[in-house]
């Protein structure tokens, strides 16, 4: 079973910056797309960027977030990581890191295979 956990959550203030961290277990990073989702209260979970799978490294990033997010990750450490900035109280959600074996790391979030508990992020204005 692979293990997917967040980390990095908090309360921020509109403008500041966050760094998200994932950490996986029980596979090879390597061998899996990667992706952040977020779900803010009353809304439908929605991807907010991936990572393609090995060397490909491509990124995807939802409009919402383009210029102001950034996706990567670091191999050696089995860790993804989301750094936002520019945060707004519309980023306020909880984020969530995902994984699947196949395709590439964009929507939907059913093609997602493996999920962490989530981290709360608020951004208050």
């Known amino acids: 079973q692979v293990q997917l956990v967040e980390s990095g959550g908090g309360l921020v203030q509109a403008g500041d910056s966050l760094s998200l961290s994932c950490v996986v277990s029980?596979?090879?990073?390597?061998?899996?797309?990667m992706a952040w989702f977020r779900q803010a209260p009353g809304k439908d979970r929605e991807f907010v960027a991936g990572i393609n799978w090995r060397s490909i490294s491509t990124t995807n990033y939802a409009n919402s977030v383009k210029g102001r997010f950034t996706i990567s990750r670091d191999n050696a450490k089995n860790t993804v990581y989301l750094q936002m900035n520019s945060l707004k109280a519309d980023d306020t959600a909880v984020y969530y890191c995902a994984a699947k074996a196949w395709g590439s790391a964009s929507g939907p979030s059913s093609s997602y295979q493996y999920w962490g508990q989530g981290t709360q992020v608020t951004v208050s204005s």
């Open positions: 029980g596979r090879t990073l390597e061998n899996y797309s």
